[in-house]
């Protein structure tokens, strides 16, 4: 099987979320399941792309790559980096930008990328029986592939992922042809609401739509997740699939992971009582075990339910144990947050920060993790948690539904309804399970032995992958 990733960011390169992860991750999972398969991905040359890595790149050739008026150069360069074969396009008019999205010109650029991406296949010299693309970014890719000569592509395929519908590529109809490189006669493809969306010409124009959880699927053909999107996935929802994201194991490993204060696995789990010393000692909590301290590690934002934290607070404080967060977003939420360990002192405090090593830090110490979220595609945190051995507690909603199990062996415990109230009677439940040592310990062996791994996830893709070929191919007999 060939399979060419298309995407706007991958670890190790270049990552600000969990699509940089995902596209890292998952093609090294492919490429290891079978070492026929050749995988492929490729993606843009920021300039934010560390100089170690852009020193060890071969060039393999240079391209005119058209948008609507434009023409414009692009170069092509390659890795390898464990057995997956990195390209990355490169124009620096484009890409040499100080961050990687957030620009005036986001659309041109993208619109740019996707184009040189379908003329790259020839330097390649690369048919791919799939292009995976991935959120709005390249979403113009099976457009493109559509509006041209589909003997062109030959049996080339798209598979498009959603990775988090609230993120849809949404620009003024004017820029359709001098930007877009669409003609008006075929705007319909992705003209909705009387804007260009691109995440909708995506989903209409590929042969099949992923997204990153089975329940996301679901949710994203509702109202109330779908920002809008629901007719056109219910519309869709026969090629529409949700496989459940995976975690780099290797990476979030506390028997080894030299960031933390003491190692630990789930057969020897002393360690973790030296790293929730440590945690309380960093952050002014009063040093005791009789307490579990409960923590978030995420992005501030609305949607990740910190309005329900903030709004418990008080109520949560009442309550027998300790609270540490750790991240940065909307203003409002850090202000409210950076108050804690003045209001409860020894009790709760907040790091308005990002770090990946005090994250580590903190998932290893903390006994219980909080992830209230109002929606959430797949949460990549929970999994985290579980690995080092912090029982998670989370809304029943997306990722989060598909990865946390509550009740007899189960990982974590879960709450139905987006209220205050009902995440206070979760935490409650997790908290009088704490009092209970030997159930507490059998709960967390339990969740740092749970399968996390790629490879299930990676197994799905690769019988999605075969689907997607072999009705096709049945099509075409």
Excluded at 60 to 70: A, H, P, Q, T, Y
Excluded at 109 to 132: G, N, S, T, Y
Aim: net charge negative; aromatic share 12%; glycine share 8%.
């Amino acid at each position: 099987m060939k399979i060419l990733f298309a995407v706007s960011e991958a670890f190790p390169f270049v990552m600000s979320g969990g699509l940089g992860e995902v596209a890292g991750a998952l093609p090294e999972a492919l490429s290891s399941i079978d070492k026929e398969n050749d995988i492929r991905v490729i993606l843009p040359l920021y300039s934010k792309i560390a100089q170690e890595y852009k020193d060890k790149m071969r060039f393999i050739g240079d391209m005119e790559v058209r948008l609507s008026w434009r023409s414009q150069y692009s170069g092509i360069f390659y890795y390898e980096h464990k057995n997956v074969k990195y390209y990355f396009i490169d124009n620096e008019y484009y890409f040499n930008r100080e961050g990687l999205y957030g620009e005036y010109d986001d659309g041109e650029r993208f619109a740019f990328f996707c184009k040189a991406v379908l003329k790259a296949l020839d330097a390649m010299d690369f048919e791919p029986d799939i292009i995976h693309c991935n959120d709005w970014h390249t979403a113009l890719i099976p457009v493109y592939i559509k509006l041209e000569d589909r003997e062109k592509y030959g049996s080339i395929k798209t598979l498009f992922t959603i990775h988090n519908i609230q993120y849809q590529g949404i620009f003024d109809m004017s820029i359709m042809q001098d930007v877009f490189d669409i003609p008006w006669e075929r705007s319909g493809l992705v003209e909705f609401n009387r804007s260009i969306n691109l995440m909708k010409g995506g989903i209409v124009c590929s042969d099949f739509v992923g997204t990153v959880s089975t329940s996301y699927a679901r949710e994203i053909q509702t109202p109330h997740h779908a920002c809008g999107l629901e007719h056109i996935l219910i519309e869709n929802k026969d090629k529409l699939k949700g496989i459940l994201n995976g975690i780099d194991t290797e990476g979030h490993d506390p028997e080894r992971d030299p960031v933390i204060t003491a190692n630990y696995s789930s057969k020897a789990l002393d360690g973790k009582k030296e790293c929730k010393k440590s945690l309380q000692e960093t952050y002014g909590l009063d040093i005791t075990e009789e307490v579990p301290v409960v923590a978030m590690v995420s992005r501030l934002a609305g949607h990740k339910g910190f309005e329900l934290v903030i709004s418990a607070m008080d109520e949560l404080m009442k309550r027998k144990v300790e609270f540490i967060v750790l991240g940065t977003g909307e203003r409002w939420i850090e202000e409210s947050l950076r108050t804690l360990d003045e209001r409860y002192p020894g009790r709760a405090a907040a790091d308005i920060r990002f770090s990946g090593e005090a994250a580590k830090r903190i998932y290893s110490g903390a006994d219980i993790f909080l992830m209230p979220s109002k929606s959430e595609p797949c949460g990549l945190a929970q999994m985290a948690a579980l690995r080092y051995g912090a029982v998670p507690v989370v809304r029943d909603t997306g990722g989060l539904s598909d990865s946390i199990k509550d009740g007899d062996q189960g990982n974590g415990f879960k709450f139905k309804d987006y209220d205050p109230w009902e995440m206070l009677e979760a935490l409650d439940r997790a908290v009088e399970a704490y009092k209970d040592k030997d159930l507490w310990e059998e709960l967390v062996i339990r969740g740092m032995e749970w399968d996390l791994s790629w490879e299930a996830s990676a197994r799905e893709y690769f019988e999605l992958y075969e689907r997607i070929c072999g009705k096709n191919k049945e099509g075409q007999k």
